[in-house]
């Protein structure tokens, strides 16, 4: 596969981090414990708007979406909320689902940049709803936004128990993809307690392929939905 002059090598022919086959079940018992104590359901219900009403029927917030948003899945000012719609039409393009004259990957380096670049915590909040909203399509390309948003996106504090919940009951329940969301929940862990620190070359280069595959978010996907 290629994208203009350059080889585009695919996930499975890549060096793969241990993170990915470490597995969930084998950290500590008694921070699984405090995990399992902060289930990831009861915390969107806090977190997220509530219910809207279109028309005579009632629509889910976290349920999957084509098109642009008109407000934020979280309570937002203003100014950050703009921001927040911004950033879910940036996970269209990945998908592909907005015009773009750049390669679908591209846009999954400038999302992450775009958090990067603000300082809120509400916003790296919404990044992960969002991701969260889109995942529940069962499209394989939001795993991988999730992946490389856990090695470059440091959660909140009230964030950070119940999001490593939800990867552990998604890594018990989708066996097929259960290496995602081994990924996502060890560089959680790493970026809780290091911050933005280098990764180790198979992780950087697992990461690297991830990103690769976005070039067509809908055919020759190594693991196809």
Request: charge should be neutral; glycine fraction near 4%; charged fraction near 25%.
């Amino acid at each position: 596969m290629t994208l203009g002059s350059k080889e585009i090598i695919m996930v499975e022919n890549y060096p793969q981090s241990d993170l990915a086959y470490k597995g969930i079940d084998s950290y500590g018992e008694e921070a699984l414990k405090i995990i399992d104590e902060n289930p990831f359901e009861p915390f969107i219900d806090m977190l997220a708007r509530k219910k809207q009403m279109w028309g005579n029927k009632q629509v889910d917030q976290m349920s999957y979406r084509k098109d642009s948003l008109s407000n934020s899945l979280t309570y937002l000012l203003p100014q950050i909320e703009e921001r927040a719609l911004e950033m879910f039409d940036l996970l269209l393009k990945c998908e592909g689902l907005k015009h773009t004259e750049h390669p679908y990957y591209y846009h999954s380096a400038e999302l992450i940049n775009f958090v990067l670049k603000e300082p809120s915590d509400e916003l790296k909040e919404e990044l992960f709803m969002q991701i969260i909203k889109q995942q529940s399509s069962g499209k394989v390309i939001y795993l991988k936004l999730m992946a490389l948003a856990c090695c470059f996106i440091k959660p909140s504090i009230r964030m950070y128990a119940p999001l490593l919940n939800y990867f552990k009951s998604k890594y018990h329940s989708h066996q097929l993809y259960k290496e995602y969301y081994s990924f996502s929940f060890f560089n959680l862990i790493k970026r809780k307690r290091r911050g933005y620190s280098r990764f180790r070359y198979t992780e950087a280069a697992w990461l690297y392929h991830l990103r690769s595959a976005f070039v067509d978010a809908h055919a020759q996907d190594p693991y196809p939905v």
